[in-house]
């Protein structure tokens, strides 16, 4: 069992950038696929991004591809979100998920692991 745990959310402007970072508990934090989701309100959980345990694979939402890294430090059990160009349709509680094993998932419900959120706020 491990725990997450995500900061960095905010308020930020249009245009802005924020990076929200999530540690987990657990020691031993490599064989883990991570990813990040996102929920605005009113609207289903969305996938953001993923990194496979070795960071050599990423994927992207095509609505933040260019805009959002992800990126991972196992030797600090921490897994990066960088966001630039800042919208308003960015907003949303950020949650990153980890799944046991090597690989990614897009599918929340593959994921084992969660962490409470974080908010991020765009404001126009």
């Known amino acids: 069992q491990i725990q997450l745990e995500e900061s960095g959310g905010g308020l930020v402007q249009t245009g802005g950038s924020l990076t929200l970072s999530c540690e987990a508990s657990r020691r031993t934090f490599r064989p883990f696929g991570m990813g990040w989701f996102r929920q605005a309100p009113g609207k289903e959980r969305e996938f953001v991004a993923a990194?496979?345990?070795?960071?050599?694979?990423?994927y992207y939402a095509d609505s933040v591809k260019g805009r959002f890294t992800i990126s991972r430090d196992n030797a600090k059990n921490t897994v990066y979100l960088q966001m630039h160009s800042l919208r308003p349709e960015d907003t949303a509680v950020y949650s990153c998920?980890?799944?046991?094993?090597?690989?990614?998932?897009?599918?929340?419900?593959?994921?084992?692991?969660w962490g409470q959120g974080t908010q991020v706020t765009v404001s126009s």
């Open positions: 990194i496979s345990m070795s960071g050599e694979n990423i």
């Open positions: 998920a980890g799944r046991n094993g090597a690989w990614y998932s897009l599918r929340p419900r593959d994921y084992d692991y």
